[in-house]
């Protein structure tokens, strides 16, 4: 299992636990205005609309929650004005830290993870401190089963400019260029494959490894971070034993 998979399956069990709180939501709301604010309410033409509305919808988000969000981004709904903003971050033992957030208030946003770091160790900090070491690239996984040919997923994912296709015990993970991350999705929905994930997504350059306590440490403060209502993803360059990784499932 690669590292990205890992977080996918801890964010994937944290996507179920926001569900119970009542917070998938209001989280996909806020990606839905924020892209439609950025580029426009026409799904066809603005790709990050499109990911956003999709990933409501892989949800169960009612489509009318979906096109009130829409309209709120585009102006036409009159609602709060939410301002997409990365914070850049250090948790102890060298972690590097993005969080992205979707925010109404920058401030209440700073001291909330202000408070997290000077609690649990770590502090923020500048502008392109952190950044400088994640790649953006396109990121799709497509569960695997009897009726899917792992060499055919290869092939039209290929053929469609991936850049990478790794196979996993459950399901395959394809990388692109961003600019390349629609086109292998269609192509992949064109063959009536299924598809888990699509979306761009942060990727550290290169991974710190830690012991399990420490791991569990730092994992314990982008709980937190994630748990915080601004936030929309936290991403870092932990990278997460399988040791750790049992921990965590059972914690």
Not at 23 to 51: C, H, Q, W, Y
Not at 90 to 101: D, E, R, S, T, W
Not at 194 to 204: M, R, T
Request: glycine fraction near 8%; hydrophobic fraction near 40%; include cysteine.
């Amino acid at each position: 299992m690669s590292g990205h998979s890992k977080w996918s399956t801890i964010k994937r069990k944290k996507g179920a636990a926001d569900a119970k709180r009542g917070k998938i939501f209001t989280r996909l709301a806020r990606d839905v205005m924020i892209a439609a604010k950025e580029g426009g309410g026409d799904p066809s033409t603005n790709s990050m609309l499109r990911l956003a509305i999709d990933k409501a919808k892989a949800s169960n988000m009612p489509k009318d929650n979906i096109a009130r969000a829409v309209k709120r981004g585009t102006g036409e709904l009159a609602g709060g004005t939410l301002e997409e903003i990365t914070y850049e971050a250090y948790a102890p033992h060298g972690v590097a830290i993005l969080i992205k957030c979707l925010t109404d208030n920058t401030n209440r946003t700073l001291a909330e993870m202000r408070r997290i770091f000077n609690k649990y160790g770590g502090n923020m900090a500048q502008q392109g401190a952190v950044s400088w070491m994640f790649d953006t690239k396109g990121y799709i996984t497509v569960p695997l089963n009897h009726d899917v040919d792992p060499d055919d997923i290869f092939m039209i994912a290929a053929d469609a400019g991936a850049d990478d296709v790794e196979f996993g015990s459950e399901e395959a993970e394809i990388y692109t260029v961003s600019s390349q991350l629609h086109a292998v999705r269609e192509a992949l929905e064109s063959e009536n494959l299924e598809i888990n994930e699509a979306e761009l997504d942060k990727f550290p350059k290169n991974e710190i490894q830690l012991g399990v306590r420490e791991t569990l440490s730092v994992m314990k403060i982008i709980e937190l971070l994630e748990d915080l209502d601004d936030t929309d993803k936290v991403y870092s360059n932990l990278q997460i034993s399988d040791e750790a990784l049992t921990q965590l499932e059972v914690s």
